[in-house]
């Protein structure tokens, strides 16, 4: 079972890449990705993504700037397929613990699921200041997407944070250094660390291929590869 934990749908001129639903589907079909969560700005348009794709699972993008966030949060989250939010305080401009984040965190806490947070960019996204939103919500899980990116300090300021909290996990799409899989794994346990793709801003096999050799154990690679995200957003 190989779960992507972190996927986009959508165009995305800035980047000069797009994705729909079914070229999603052909991307997953070549990497061997059985199912994954997909977002996007656009909650209406994954809504349609993952009942058109019936194979994958979805995050609601929750911009704390939206009006009606919570409420909408709230509704999507009641469906099966929905199984947490995504996050990303650098492109909608907010600090991780300004307190209009805070009810979105309490959603999750009273419905279950958890938060992907885009980390690694200076100024909103660095590790240690999503750990101030961590510590407020201890029994929410909060996924470090991209494990601190391209840049060493935050990559080891990721882990240290995972290390500091049971209820961060770490999530590889994007993060250049295979050799910081093996030790997140080895410094806060399989379980907590996650594959993730970032399709289609990397490519999905490459970014398989960077943790499959990575010099994980079998039985660590089956963990991180697929167990750990069924386990967390799946329950199973
Ligand atoms: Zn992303």
């Not at 397929?81 to 309490?106: Q, T, W």
């Not at 750990?228 to 199973?236: D, K, Y």
Request: negative net charge; glycine residues 8%; proline residues 6%.
């Amino acid at each position: 079972m190989v779960f992507d934990a972190h996927m986009h749908v959508g165009d995305f001129p800035m980047f000069g890449v797009s994705l729909d639903g079914p070229g999603l589907q052909t991307a997953m079909d070549e990497a061997g990705v059985d199912d994954g969560v997909v977002f996007h700005p656009d909650n209406d348009l994954v809504a349609r993504t993952v009942s058109e794709l019936g194979s994958v699972h979805a995050l609601f993008w929750a911009n704390p700037r939206i009006d009606n966030v919570v409420a909408e949060c709230s509704r999507l989250l009641d469906r099966e397929e929905f199984v947490g939010v995504k996050l990303h305080p650098l492109l909608d401009g907010y600090h991780p613990n300004d307190p209009a984040v805070h009810p979105i965190m309490e959603v999750l806490r009273d419905q279950g699921g958890a938060a992907l947070i885009h980390c690694g960019h200076p100024i909103f996204t660095l590790p240690w200041s999503i750990e101030e939103l961590v510590v407020e919500f201890p029994d929410v899980p909060v996924i470090l997407g991209h494990m601190g990116h391209g840049n060493i300090i935050y990559i080891n300021a990721a882990i240290d944070v995972a290390e500091r909290n049971a209820n961060v996990y770490l999530e590889t799409s994007g993060m250049p250094m295979h050799t910081k899989i093996v030790e997140a794994v080895h410094r806060v346990g399989r379980e907590r660390v996650l594959f993730g793709s970032d399709a289609p801003f990397h490519d999905m096999m490459v970014e398989l291929l960077k943790v499959r050799r990575s010099g994980l154990s079998d039985d660590d690679l089956e963990w991180v590869e697929g167990r750990s995200a069924e386990q967390l957003f799946l329950g199973r």
